[in-house]
DNA sequence: ATTCTCTTTTTGTGTAGACAAAAAGGGGTC
DNA sequence: GACCCCTTTTTGTCTACACAAAAAGAGAAT
């Protein structure tokens, strides 16, 4: 019944501090065990530090980063003078790979094939000029991209990339290699929005993925900003039946 | 043009580290920012700490905490002996916040309402035996519920829960707060997996939502397990439009 | 009771030094 | 070259101590 996430010395479902010096992982570990098993239950207050420490037998250094590290993890809250406390919505946070297309294709043992499907200079349609806060009548550079996994279609970029921010890109040559290769390697970013929502598949789009029109579409948003100012918009649209999964 | 991610200390675009002594925060936003400008460009290699250390008038073990930090971040790569190197696709990870239902809704500022729809205790499907690996003929409890803002519908929640695993379930009173309050309470939790999908409304989803047959949703899938044992699965459905942001 | 100030507790962070552990690189042998 | 062993570099972690900073709580003044 017990799996791996229970410490090693733990004997019969009870939690106990081995004897030798514990690492900052061992501390975790129990801290967290002890919370699993409600003997820190949701809204109390845990030992101070150095209490830990001494239970441990080790260092409130020690005991303050596997603290302050299950705190980032979303399990504890902590507060000057008022302690460390448990929160009662533990995992509050979960982490997801952003990985390029290319790597989630070859990571899954397939092979990747990307196509260019459309480039064009134009001026910034007003949806963009609205989302992006940009000023009036701004050049950008719009290109449409295929990526295949296996030659099955996996992935339809729709990008726009403001001319002003990144000048250069329009010598760019993205024949070969995607907009996002280009990007990661020329303009270091600073901020960056995310976002998944679902849609339908319009004809344009069906004709592009394996799909029916109407198809439902899982789709992420990206939005990247440097020093303040937007540098590109980009929207994909995954194959239908794309599920984008991860484990905590 | 610069913004607030720039240190104070910085002039006219050339970072330069200050006379007095550094925190490990001020030591990251200046390593930051030398990779944001390419100063240590993609795949470059880091001084070592020691070095590091010497030119901020700060201790290796400071150093080593801002780089530690940078490198869970998603910015840096470490290893032993090989030393830190600039990872060319920076922010591979983003951090999602998975609120509670309930909080989601009241933090948006709007009413919360819940309604419990069906509640019927079943052998489990196939489908959920062979997903969660289940020994044949178990017993689940299968909810479905709705949750309102403003009462408008929000989120459609599947939900099927192992009676052995939480033999308890079957005392429970849903009609009042909805079996993730109650889950959370009751039972630790050890192991997530989590994914996000795009489907269609059927007719009996379009029924709950305020949606037509065939409207793309937006839907999050949850599994949950204690110590290995399956404990629920749930699906939640969310309004059309739906979509799901973060900012990194 | 309310507001203010002061004290005190608790976590946050920095320093200095030590040893551990991974892993690259060198040198030798086959 | 391929393989193996040893050295050495670099990060990983622990210890012990110090002071800083937030914030709760007590007590005083109003």
């Not at 993205?174 to 598949?201: H, I, R, Y």
Request: charged share 25%; with cysteine.
């Amino acid at each position: 019944m017990y799996n791996d996430l229970i410490p090693a010395f733990q004997i019969g479902g009870i939690v106990a501090a081995p004897k030798g010096n514990m690492s900052y992982r061992d501390i975790k570990k129990v801290v967290l065990d002890r919370i699993q098993n409600r003997i820190w239950g949701p809204d109390s207050l845990l030992p101070g530090e150095i209490e830990l420490a001494e239970e441990f037998s080790s260092t409130r250094t020690t005991v303050n980063r596997a603290l302050r590290e299950l705190a980032e993890e979303g399990f504890l809250e902590r507060k000057r003078k008022a302690g460390t406390r448990v929160l009662h919505s533990p995992a509050r946070k979960a982490q997801f790979a952003i990985p390029l297309v290319r790597d989630e294709i070859t990571d899954a043992g397939a092979t990747y094939r990307y196509s260019l499907v459309k480039r064009e200079v134009m001026p910034a349609p007003s949806w963009l000029t609205a989302k992006l806060a940009l000023k009036p009548d701004r050049e950008v550079l719009h290109l449409q991209c295929m990526h295949f996994a296996d030659n099955e279609p996996f992935q339809l970029e729709k990008r726009w990339i403001i001319v002003e921010s990144v000048p250069e890109v329009l010598e760019a040559d993205f024949t070969a290699s995607g907009p996002n290769d280009w990007l990661v390697q020329k303009v270091p970013f600073s901020n960056l929005e995310l976002s998944f929502f679902a849609t339908k598949a319009d004809e344009d789009t069906a004709g592009f993925m394996d799909a029916s029109v109407g198809d439902p579409i899982f789709a992420t948003q990206r939005t990247t900003w440097l020093r303040g100012e937007p540098v590109t918009h980009a929207v994909l649209y995954f194959t239908p039946g794309y599920k984008m999964t991860t484990r905590l």
